[in-house]
């Protein structure tokens, strides 16, 4: 395997919407060295090779399986995939990079991690939005408490399309919120969740509203569409101190935080008890430019190279997927909340 000072030799399985990112970002940074990418389809093999000429292309998972010089496996592909794939690059010897969400089940990721430590290699998965910079200041501004006592979590992440053929919507956009969640909330998990959504065009969701409740009192709301008239993506982080909004689809201020909150009187009396609404500043604080995914990879480098903790591993997909199931749970018996913890 490579070693401290060596690049990580690493192979991409799957060139079709998430692929070409991944390997133009290990192209681009001098942690890696692009192998081969495979694919089954031989349109995408002709384009990976007429992008990167100097890359060995193929269609054989077992080449790869079987070259000792590769280190790492990251896997694009679908989510049904994940499992077979990942079983077998771990067997390989090979650590394993996998496409959110981990694995189809929970029963899965716990066989894909048991595999791993059984094999001394490591496994990471692709939350991306963990390592955005308006995700990467959210966590700042919990971490120095100048939200205040965290309240609440709510989240619109719709659109039109694009419909999934193994997964629903709950398992398609969803990911990103829980992953986000799990990031700010230091992997606890809440108490319980609840879902309820509906199927309008085919067997699986593609409209689905989460919610999750956490110990502390602290709330979280998601509503994941596929059939939305227009693209929205943002998310409201609100503190008794001050409150943020993050919306992706904005090209400046991409967050915004505010210092606006509610004051209430000492009266116990709820009907003396006043309330009152504090209206202060707004602050766009800058924020680093930069490719979250290419940050992502710097840490499976680091994680690698140094045994150091990865910021998103196995385990935070085995969380992710443990919460996907019990929002499946619910979706099938109309919202009934599901105790996770």
């Not at 694919?39 to 000792?68: F, H, I, N, Q, W």
């Not at 189809?104 to 910079?133: G, I, W």
């Not at 689905?208 to 956490?214: C, E, F, N, P, S």
């Amino acid at each position: 395997m490579a070693t401290n000072s060596d690049a990580i030799n690493v192979a991409v399985v799957g060139f079709g919407y998430w692929g070409p990112n991944l390997v133009r970002n290990f192209m681009a940074s001098s942690k890696y060295r692009v192998v081969a990418i495979c694919d089954t389809s031989d349109p995408r093999l002709g384009r990976a090779a007429s992008l990167y000429p100097s890359v060995r292309t193929t269609k054989e998972l077992g080449d790869l399986l079987a070259d000792p010089s590769i280190d790492l496996i990251a896997c694009a592909t679908p989510v049904s995939t994940h499992f077979p794939l990942g079983m077998a690059v771990l067997e390989a010897g090979k650590h394993l990079l996998l496409e959110k969400p981990m694995a189809m089940s929970t029963a899965e990721t716990d066989a894909l991690l048991a595999r791993a430590r059984e094999r001394e290699r490591r496994v990471f998965v692709d939350h991306t939005f963990v390592f955005t910079p308006a995700v990467q200041k959210m966590k700042e501004l919990l971490r120095s408490g100048a939200l205040g006592r965290p309240l609440y979590y709510d989240s619109t992440r719709i659109n039109l399309g694009l419909f999934q053929h193994d997964v629903d919507v709950l398992w398609d956009l969803l990911p990103h919120d829980l992953s986000i969640l799990d990031y700010l909330r230091d992997g606890e998990l809440p108490q319980w969740i609840s879902c309820q959504g509906a199927t309008h065009y085919s067997k699986l969701a593609d409209q689905a509203y989460v919610t999750l409740a956490y110990a502390d009192g602290f709330i979280a709301h998601v509503h994941a569409n596929w059939i939305a008239p227009v693209k929205i993506r943002q998310v409201l982080l609100c503190g008794d101190a001050k409150m943020l909004v993050y919306d992706e689809n904005t090209v400046a201020e991409k967050l915004r935080v505010y210092d606006r909150g509610v004051e209430v009187t000492s009266e116990e009396d709820v009907y003396q008890r006043l309330v009152q609404y504090r209206e202060g500043d707004m602050l766009a604080p800058r924020l680093d430019n930069y490719e979250a995914l290419a940050v992502e990879l710097g840490n499976v480098a680091d994680s690698l190279r140094g045994g150091d903790a990865p910021v998103v591993d196995g385990e935070t997909g085995h969380r992710v997927v443990k919460l996907l199931e019990a929002a499946s749970d619910s979706l099938r018996d109309r919202g009934r909340p599901v105790w996770v913890s």
